[in-house]
Every structure is written in structure tokens, then in C-alpha cells.
């Protein structure tokens, strides 16, 4: 008999698929509550960084010896040549890609005397941008006096870094702009701003007094009678082997250094300068405004060569001739008067009007004036403009103010736990990097706080989060009147009549004078009539003046108005007298001979100058360079080491090829501290950066602004 053996699994199908859907849940939980991290915060974090590094280099690098001379012209270092000499080290973007080599430099241009301006330009894959910085000889010195020191404290160091301090030959980096790598210079439509932010910089320096060598910290007082040349240092000789070559032919051509001895070593000045003493001079006349002398005179004077005229006219005197007096109108003679009998009136009965009054049709009448009713016109106003609300004789438009959010600068947050992500219009915390070990997660978050400003971009008065914009309201004025009784009238009084009565006075007859003269009591009195004979007359004129014809005249010192003669010079020159004159130090012009040892053959001319001669030899190998030594199938060349510094003897103190004798006389060295303060450029699409300050110019995001190239 046979026993079945076989199995049977039975799967429970359906609990099977509900633990597989809550794993799904629990797995789509976990995202949702743990996203992945923005990096575009720490990413950009990275790459400004980056161009620090590259900006900080620069500025160490470019010393004075390293600088443009004339203004306008530049000298590029490529990140190339910064990995190259070992000033940074190599770093990549956020894909894990080398940044473009060539299209990725640093750039110092010269602007004007001791003013420099700074290009930091960092190219990568997906980015492009610049920064640009003002830099003057101050930092410039301060930064070569700091890697001197460094230097001086590295006696050991190795020969390639002392290379750092000769001409590297790198041309002026006029095809970095041009020719750059395409795929780093990708075109968008954004707008991006300008912004700048000033750099301030503080170095500080110790001197010693003239006369004093300082050693460390201490500035001693060296002997002048006692100065010896100090003792080279050099740095350890190195051999260079190099392959011998097969002797073939029973000879070879040997080479040999030329002999470079000085020939001529001249000051030449720039052109248009003399050479006087030490010292280069170009001359031009001054400018010469010759003095004047002018006159003047007060008012009432005639300018008249150098005196003052003034004409007046003379005064007409008579002498008097004999007098006598006649009666023309009858009576009798006395003295002057004249008198005669007065006639009398018939008595009668007189009626007048009182004082103020004037007959009128023989009515006694008075005008009488008083002010008229004044009634002022009125004043209407007209509607506002659309938009605008009247308030008085004022149209008033009101709006919401601008606000302007503005994020600080992140604070860093760690945790070993995930905290909540958020962000509301005061503050936010954001995830930007998550990195999990066996012994758990370490969570590292951003928090910014906001600041809200508001502005007023369409013009008017900002009152909180309200902007207020006033005019006038148009207005139309009636004019006023006046009214007498309810009548218009167009003057400012009114008049009306006032009658009266006449008051009657009755008289028994008065005397009166019928030709003329006063009365007294019956007697008439009049002047009588003077003649006078003829008398002779003459002319006179006031004190200070004489007597031209029918005129008087008085002459006085004009006053006289001179005017120094001035000189004047070019911008840039000194005046001496009628001389103008610019200096500057000349430039050492040195002329070389090169010649060959005794027994070369001369080729060539200048640097280019070759010593050769040819040697019969049977060996197998022979050394092509007389400064190798054969060994075997090898030429050995010893380079001797550079100089890596100087010594002095115990009692003396460098200085620096000298040694000058240390006294006991010593003091503590000055500090010096020098300040200067630099702009730092950069173009970005955000509307506002912490702590930067916008231009004013904006540019479509990856084009060339040459115009702000090299902005100040």
C-alpha cells in the first residue's frame, strides 16, 4: 500500500492583501510626513560660498606687483590657475560637476589712480553669476604685508610656492567674455537687480621710530657705524637626472649659458618730460589774465579822465536900485499904505442856511454819505476726479500701501527628532537636510523671521498700511455787491439829502471897501504901489565849486579800481612765477651684452643668444648641456637652492639684506591701523536681500551688462 505524502498549503488570500495595503498607507504616511528637503537654500548656500572662496584668493593673491599699470587695462586669474597654484582647492556644483575651468575667473581692472575694481565670475552647469568690488592700494598693501609675514614664517617652504611671485603671463581676459563656454551662459527672461552692500576692512601694522630695527615686538636702536652684509640662506641643492645621449658620430654640439653683463643703465622719462637730477619735469606757460585800472565816480558825477564832473547852476544875484510908492486906486499916501473912506450899506434883513448846509432852489440842502450794504459772492465747489472723495476744498484718494516682506538671514536648527514645517506671514521653518546613522536621524531646519515695510509706489503720504493722495478741489467764486436802499450800486458809500431851514439876521448897514484894501472901522487900507529903478545883477556859486560860463562846477579824484594780473596752470601742475610744471619719478632703462664662454660659438642676439661648440668624443654618451655631468647613460644637473632668507650674527638685527648692530636703547613699536571701505556687487532675481542695497539697475537674467561691468 502506498501512503500520499503530499502537502497542502492553504494561503489566506485576503489577509495577505490587507497587511500589503497598510504597508502602502504606512509607506505613503511617512512621505507625506517627511518630504524630501528643499536643497535650493543650501545649494545656493554652496555656491555663494564657493565664490567666496574664489574672492577671497583673489584678493591675496593680486598684490601690488600683480596689478594693471594703466588704467583701463586688466589681468585675469582663471580658476585653473587658482587650482593650479594651489590657492583653493577643487569643488563641485550641487550635480556633482566640476564648474567650468575657463569661463570661472577673477579679474582686477584698473579704474583710476589706486582704484581698482575686483570680478569674481563662477560658472557652473545649471548657474553663471559675478560679484563685483572696489579695492584700493591701502588693502592691497595690507594684503601683501600679511603674506610677507606668512612667508617669512615658512623659511621652509618649497620653491614652487616662492614662484607664486613672478609674472605668470596671463593676458588679459578679453575672450573670457566672448568666447566663454556656451552651455554656462543659458539666456532667461527674469529680471534680476543690482545690488551692492560696503565691505569694511580694518588692518593693523606695527612700525618702529627711523633709526630702530624692530625684532618681534620690540623696536631697537641700531648702531649706523656698524652694518655688515647678512648671511644668505638658500634652500637645499636638487638634482635633475635627465637620459645621456648615444654618441653616433665620434662628436656632439655642446651648449653652454650666455654671459649677461649690464651695458648701459639709464633714467628715461615719459615722453614730453626733461630729465633733471632725480626727477622728471614737463613744463608749459601759465595762463596769464594781465591786472586792470578802471575809475569810477559817485552819483551825480561825470566820469571826465581821472576826476569826477559835477555841473550845477549858478546862483543870480541883483542889486537893488531906489524905491518909491503911488496910490493907483485914490486915497491918501502913508508911508507904503494907502487909506481911504469906506462906503456904507442900506440896513436889511439877510436869511442863510446853518454851517453845512448849501441852498438849493431856496431850500436849505446837505449830502449826507454812509456805507452801502456789501453783499459777498459765494463760493461753489465742483465735483472730484474719479476715484477721489472731497473733504473741504480738498479732493482726498486713499489706497492700500505697498507691503514689502523681507526674510533675515536663517537661523540653524538641529534635532534629533523631525520638528513641524511651517511658514505664515511672520515666520517659517523649512528642512534642508536630513542625514540618518545607525544610531539615528539628525534633522536640520532653516528659520526665518519677517519684517514687513510699506511704501507708497504711486506717490502720496503713507499713515500705516494706507497711502493718501490730496488736490485741490476745483472751485467757481460769484463776486459781491453793494446796495444803497436795496438798489445795486458800484460804489462802496451812499448819499442822501438832508434838509434844513434858513436862519435870518437883519443889520443897520455895514461899511465896506469899494476899491478893494481892508476896513477898519470907516477907513479902507490897501499896499500901496512900489516901483524900483533898475539895479545890477551878478552870478555866485556854493563853496567847492567855480564859475564856468552860466554853470558851476566841482571836480573831485575819481576812485580808482585795479585789479591784480592772475596766473593760472593746467590741472594737475604746479605754478612756479609764470612757469607750470608736473613731475614724476623716471624709469630705470637697462641694456644688456650677452656673450659667450672662451671657446663657443656665438648665435642669435639678446635672450635669444645660444653658446654652442663641438666636442670630439668616442665615448658612447655624452651630456648635450656643459652644466651636466655624465654618469653612466645619465646627465646629473645639481640646481643650486634659492634664497629662502637672511641671517645675522648674535648682537645684530636684520634688515633686510643688512645686518645693523642692536644697541640697548629700545621701544615699544607703533601700531598703525588702516581702514578702508570697498563695495561688493551682485546681480539676483530676488526683490530684496538681506543686507544689500539695491542700485537701481536691473538686467534680463544671463545677459552681459557691459555698462555695469566695472560700476562703482
Known amino acids: 500500500m502506498y501512503e500520499d505524502n503530499n502537502v497542502r498549503i492553504n494561503i489566506d488570500w485576503k489577509n495577505l492583501i490587507l497587511k500589503l495595503v497598510l504597508v502602502v498607507l504606512v509607506i505613503l504616511l511617512i512621505i507625506w510626513i517627511f518630504p524630501m528637503p528643499k536643497l535650493d537654500v543650501f545649494y545656493n548656500k554652496v555656491y555663494n560660498e564657493n565664490m567666496t572662496t ?12 600683480k596689478l594693471p599699470e594703466q588704467t583701463g587695462n586688466s589681468v585675469t586669474l582663471k580658476l585653473q590657475d587658482m587650482l593650479d597654484k594651489k590657492l583653493i582647492t577643487s569643488f563641485v556644483d550641487k550635480n556633482n560637476k566640476e564648474c567650468s575651468n575657463t569661463n570661472s575667473f577673477a579679474q582686477v581692472t584698473k579704474t583710476e589712480d589706486d582704484n581698482y575694481v575686483l570680478k569674481v565670475q563662477l560658472s557652473c552647469d545649471d548657474k553663471t553669476d559675478y560679484i563685483l568690488e572696489n579695492i584700493n592700494t591701502t588693502s ?25 611671485s613672478e609674472d605668470d603671463g596671463i593676458e588679459i581676459d578679453e575672450k573670457i567674455l566672448k568666447e566663454a563656454d556656451s552651455k554656462y551662459d543659458k539666456g532667461y527672461s527674469n529680471v534680476e537687480y543690482q545690488y551692492k552692500r560696503a565691505i569694511t576692512k580694518t588692518s593693523t601694522t606695527y612700525a618702529c621710530p627711523s633709526g630702530y630695527v624692530k625684532d618681534n615686538n620690540v623696536c631697537y636702536k641700531y648702531n649706523t657705524e656698524d652694518i655688515i652684509a647678512a648671511t644668505p640662506l638658500y634652500f637645499s641643492d636638487t638634482k635633475v637626472e635627465n637620459d645621456a645621449k648615444v654618441n653616433t658620430t665620434g662628436g656632439y654640439t655642446q651648449r653652454t649659458t650666455y654671459n649677461k653683463t649690464v651695458n648701459t643703465n639709464e633714467k628715461v622719462c615719459p615722453e614730453g618730460y626733461t630729465l633733471n637730477g632725480n626727477i622728471c619735469y614737463k613744463y608749459v606757460s601759465a595762463t596769464i589774465v594781465p591786472g586792470t585800472t578802471t575809475y569810477s565816480c559817485p552819483s551825480g558825477y561825470t566820469l ?40 456904507k450899506t442900506n440896513g436889511n434883513t439877510t436869511c442863510k442856511c446853518p454851517s453845512g448846509y448849501s441852498e438849493s432852489n431856496g431850500s436849505c440842502v446837505k449830502t449826507i454819505t454812509y456805507a452801502a450794504t456789501y453783499h459777498p459772492g459765494s463760493t461753489t465747489y465742483g465735483n472730484c476726479p474719479s476715484g477721489y472723495s472731497a473733504s473741504g476744498s480738498q479732493c482726498v484718494k486713499t489706497y492700500a500701501a505697498k507691503a514689502t516682506v523681507t ?39 532653516y528659520e526665518y523671521s519677517a519684517s514687513t515695510s510699506y511704501s507708497c509706489p504711486n506717490g502720496g503720504t503713507r499713515s500705516g498700511t494706507t497711502c493718501k493722495i490730496t488736490t485741490n478741489r476745483p472751485v467757481s467764486t460769484s463776486q459781491g455787491y453793494y446796495t444803497c436802499n436795496g438798489t445795486k ?10 434838509y434844513a431851514s434858513k436862519k435870518c439876521t437883519s443889520t443897520s448897514g455895514e461899511y465896506y471897501c469899494p476899491n478893494g484894501g481892508s476896513l477898519s472901522g470907516s477907513t479902507c487900507t490897501y499896499n500901496a504901489t512900489k516901483h524900483t529903478s533898475s539895479g545890477s545883477s551878478y552870478s555866485t556859486c556854493p563853496s567847492g565849486y567855480y564859475l564856468s560860463g552860466s554853470s558851476c562846477i566841482k571836480e573831485i579824484d575819481a576812485t580808482e579800481n585795479i585789479s591784480t594780473t592772475t596766473y593760472t596752470c593746467p590741472v594737475g601742475y604746479v605754478r612756479e612765477g609764470t612757469t607750470c610744471y608736473q613731475y614724476t619719478e623716471p624709469t630705470n632703462k637697462v641694456t644688456y651684452n650677452y656673450t659667450c664662454p672662451e671657446g663657443y660659438t656665438q648665435s642669435g642676439t639678446g635672450e635669444n643668444t645660444t653658446c654652442t661648440k663641438t666636442v670630439e668624443s668616442k665615448s658612447n654618451y655624452y651630456c648635450e648641456n656643459s652644466d651636466e655631468e655624465l654618469v653612466g647613460n645619465k646627465c646629473i644637473k645639481t ?13 645684530y638685527l636684520l634688515n633686510k639684506d643688512k645686518c645693523v648692530k642692536k644697541t640697548i636703547d629700545c621701544t615699544t613699536p607703533e601700531e598703525i591701523t588702516n581702514t578702508s571701505v570697498t563695495y561688493e556687487y551682485k546681480w ?11 542700485t537701481g539697475k536691473t538686467r534680463s537674467s544671463g545677459s552681459t551688462n557691459e555698462s555695469n561691468k566695472y560700476e562703482k
Not at 640646481?639 to 648682537?651: A, L, Q
Not at 539676483?684 to 539695491?694: A, F, K, M, V, Y
Open 54 to 65: 574664489m574672492k577671497d584668493a583673489a584678493e591675496k593673491y593680486f598684490t601690488s606687483n
Open 140 to 164: 592691497i598693501i595690507a594684503n601683501a604685508s600679511e603674506a610677507k609675514n606668512t612667508k617669512s614664517n615658512n623659511n621652509d617652504s618649497s620653491k614652487e610656492n616662492d614662484d607664486d
Open 304 to 343: 571826465n579822465g581821472r576826476k569826477c564832473v559835477q555841473t550845477i547852476s549858478v546862483n543870480k544875484n541883483t542889486t537893488p536900485g531906489s524905491t518909491y510908492y503911488t496910490c493907483d486906486k485914490g486915497g491918501s499916501l502913508s508911508g507904503s499904505t494907502c487909506k481911504y473912506s469906506a462906503s
Open 407 to 445: 526674510w533675515s538671514n536663517p537661523k540653524v536648527v538641529t534635532s534629533s527628532t523631525p520638528l513641524s514645517v511651517y511658514s505664515n506671514a511672520t515666520s517659517k521653518r523649512v528642512l534642508v537636510n536630513k542625514q540618518c546613522t545607525l544610531k539615528g536621524c539628525t534633522y536640520t531646519y
Open 489 to 498: 450800486t458800484n460804489s462802496s458809500t451812499c448819499t442822501k439829502k438832508e
Open 639 to 651: 640646481v643650486k637652492g634659492g634664497i629662502k632668507g637672511y641671517s645675522c650674527p648674535d648682537g
Open 684 to 694: 539676483s532675481s530676488d526683490p530684496s536681500l538681506e543686507g544689500w542695497t539695491q
